[in-house]
């Protein structure tokens, strides 16, 4: 019998292909049982995602009618709700986290956007929500925002699992990774105990870069632009797995990897292609090596499984992906630029769907206290 295309990914390439969506019918209707199945190691959720999983349906209805006649204020209703989602899934990842050594069976939850450029509130939300979420195969999501930095640091440095999420330059991955191993060396001078309970992934946003390098190429107007266009992500994505097999080695790794530690993983996020002239498959063949992670929207799950390319490409063309990446600057592309708005905008956008569904809790649960 052939293995899927998705169990050819990690079984071939070392790439785990999670899953970018949770929903309570997934749960309900077992379909989330049917995903992991297929080959999928893990899941990430956002803001956004819950926004729609519980605005989109009446499947939460009952349990917040419930949190609501116990006089329970919206936002903390909005918790109880995902961390049910969380928890579910997480207990239905667990077998795989088990067999896989730790290695995978993650599921993540974000802490509340708002905090996402206060680093004292972030420390706290985040070891909160670690307590609370209380299972060992959870991953807090942490926003790669300046004032997170710290607080990756400390989340590893306490052996609690990190997904640092937004990272959109190269500079601010090289700090996400240098954060996490001092945390590594802070957690490892303080217990005696092996550092292999502890991981971590470094979700580098894909095709989000692409959709504003592409405008800014755009507008430069001219030939030598335009044959730059879809390139400077995937771009970026290689040499940003060059920085990773660069920081994972050395005498300093070493010592810690003599200690059980495991790598940071790259985890390429936001790979459903935005521009329909592009390969919906791009972001995912494209991106694929070891020890690594794609988490893939739902269509781009339906789309590799049924066209995508199994085969190990993301050490292949490094020079052309320099080459191409030192272009932009030439053309007047300032790609810092372009990293702090998408940082900016990434945030705006999580903050945007927190209030939006807490706003809309409040609504309903008044409408339920009449």
Not at 268 to 286: E, I, R
Request: aromatic share 8%; proline share 4%.
């Amino acid at each position: 019998m052939t293995s899927s295309r998705l169990v050819r990914l990690f079984d071939e390439c070392g790439q785990s292909p999670w899953l970018d969506n949770l929903k309570r019918d997934f749960i309900t209707t077992g379909q989330l049982h049917r995903i992991l199945d297929s080959g999928i190691r893990g899941l990430t959720s956002n803001p956004t995602i819950f926004q729609k999983a519980i605005q989109g349906s009446s499947d939460y209805d009952e349990q917040f009618r419930q949190l609501s006649i116990q006089h329970m204020l919206p936002i903390d209703s909005y918790w109880q709700l995902v961390i049910k989602d969380i928890q579910d899934a997480l207990d239905i990842f667990q077998p795989l986290y088990q067999s896989s050594n730790r290695s995978d069976g993650f599921v993540s939850v974000e802490v509340d956007p708002n905090l996402a450029h206060d680093t004292a509130a972030t420390e706290t939300a985040a070891r909160l929500l670690d307590e609370r979420v209380a299972r060992d195969n959870v991953m807090i999501k942490i926003p790669a925002t300046q004032e997170g930095i710290p607080v990756i640091r400390t989340m590893i440095s306490e052996g609690r699992n990190v997904n640092v999420t937004l990272i959109f330059s190269l500079d601010r991955y090289q700090q996400v990774m240098d954060a996490y191993i001092d945390g590594l060396e802070q957690l490892s001078n303080t217990s005696s105990d092996s550092l292999a309970g502890v991981s971590s992934v470094a979700s580098f946003f894909i095709s989000r870069v692409d959709t504003e390098i592409d405008r800014r190429l755009v507008a430069v107007g001219s030939d030598e632009a335009s044959s730059l266009c879809g390139t400077a992500a995937i771009s970026q994505a290689k040499i940003a797995y060059q920085l990773f097999t660069q920081t994972f080695s050395g005498p300093r790794w070493s010592a810690l990897v003599r200690r059980g530690a495991r790598v940071q993983r790259p985890l390429w996020a936001s790979t459903s292609t935005k521009n329909p002239a592009y390969p919906d498959t791009l972001y995912v063949d494209q991106l694929i090596g070891p020890n690594t992670v794609n988490t893939l929207p739902d269509n781009t799950m339906l789309a590799f499984s049924d066209h995508g390319t199994p085969a190990v490409t993301i050490d292949t063309e490094v020079d052309l992906a320099h080459t191409r990446w030192n272009h932009l600057d030439r053309l007047g592309i300032d790609v810092s630029d372009v990293a702090l708005q998408l940082e900016r905008e990434g945030v705006l956008s999580f903050q945007k769907s927190f209030t939006e569904l807490i706003d809309a809790l409040e609504t309903k649960d008044q409408a339920l206290r009449r």
